[in-house]
């Protein structure tokens, strides 16, 4: 079963590689971007038939490697 | 008094701690990631670097290592551990210091001399501490402070801020912060005071002719305080 996690910094936190992303999209002239986030995805392949099982496992990684909760935030996206 | 500094995969500190802690009177073992008992220590250090190639986040896979178990039963029974520059950021990945340490605001990597003004004396690391304004080298990319709204109120509750960055005459500014730090911090301590995590390298500042002398005092220092 393959786990699909995004991990993201939390809404406060600063994200100086998006906002260096954000200015060079604006110099190749796409003017219309308001703000660029940049986070992490994760494809885990756990040894699991059931889905809900796979994902509480992927949480668990989460909660305890994956993600530093103090600045980041992490979802489960889907498992198959 | 002995010393252990912790070696792992990429640390490039390691030595230049070594030289620093033996040339003011430690008897220094280094000791590997892949160890899993400390030996006898009055002081452990997590050096700089990048360890384990800065994977995931800034210390993130050496706060998982087989070492770390015995390092942080040393530092709950009262040891005293001090991590510098990727050795703060594993001691905030670990938990023994509350945050984290973020990519630097202005997204390049800083290497220069800085200033820091210390904060909180009543400690091992700082008590008796001859000058109050050290300048101090620092180099990093990822040394900018965060912490909850939360954790701040508890730090300042418990007086935990080790290091303010500020200028020479110890004034702490928006232009004397390199990085973003919240509240210029420059290291921090646990509540206790036994565990300090500072991104400033005093290891690097122990030889007046070839790069400051500031370094020397506070190792001589430190080591005054554990006779």
């Not at chain 1, 110099?27 to 392949?45: H, S, T």
């Not at chain 1, 496992?57 to 994956?66: F, G, I, P, Q, S």
């Not at chain 2, 990631?33 to 006898?40: A, G, Q």
């Not at chain 2, 928006?174 to 206790?192: L, R």
Request: glycine residues 8%; contains cysteine.
């Amino acid at each position: 079963m393959k786990v699909s996690i995004i991990v993201t910094l939390k809404k406060d936190v600063l994200d100086p590689q998006g906002s260096t992303i954000m200015k060079a999209l604006k110099g190749m002239n796409f003017n219309n971007v308001n703000e660029v986030r940049q986070g992490k995805y994760f494809e885990i392949d756990i040894e699991e038939k059931n889905n809900k099982k796979a994902e509480d496992k992927a949480a668990e990684m989460c909660e305890k490697l994956l993600a530093n909760l103090v600045i980041e935030n992490y979802k489960i996206i889907g498992s198959q | 008094m002995n010393s252990s500094v912790i070696i792992f995969p990429g640390s490039n500190c390691d030595r230049d701690m070594a030289v620093a802690l033996k040339k003011f009177g430690f008897k220094n073992k280094m000791v590997w990631h892949e160890d899993s008992d400390l030996p006898k220590s009055d002081l452990v250090v997590l050096p700089g670097g990048f360890s384990y190639g800065d994977y995931l986040r800034c210390g993130s896979m050496a706060s998982k290592s087989k070492i770390i178990n015995s390092v942080i039963n040393y530092a709950k029974s009262g040891g005293l551990l001090m991590g510098v520059c990727n050795g703060f950021q594993i001691l905030t990945e670990t938990k023994l210091l509350p945050g984290a340490l973020l990519r630097n605001k202005l997204s390049e990597f800083i290497c220069k001399n800085v200033f820091v003004k210390v904060n909180n004396i009543e400690n091992n690391y700082f008590n008796k501490i001859k000058k109050k304004i050290l300048e101090l080298h620092i180099a990093h990319n990822e040394g900018n402070y965060f912490c909850s709204d939360n954790q701040m109120k508890e730090i300042n509750d418990n007086n935990q801020i080790a290091l303010f960055y500020c200028n020479e005459n110890g004034e702490s500014k928006d232009d004397s912060n390199p990085n973003g730090s919240k509240k210029n911090i420059a290291g921090i301590f646990n509540k206790e005071k036994n565990i300090l995590g500072m991104m400033p390298h005093p290891e690097r500042m122990i030889d007046k002719y070839l790069s400051g002398d500031d370094g020397s005092i506070f190792f001589e220092n430190l080591l005054n305080n554990l006779k």
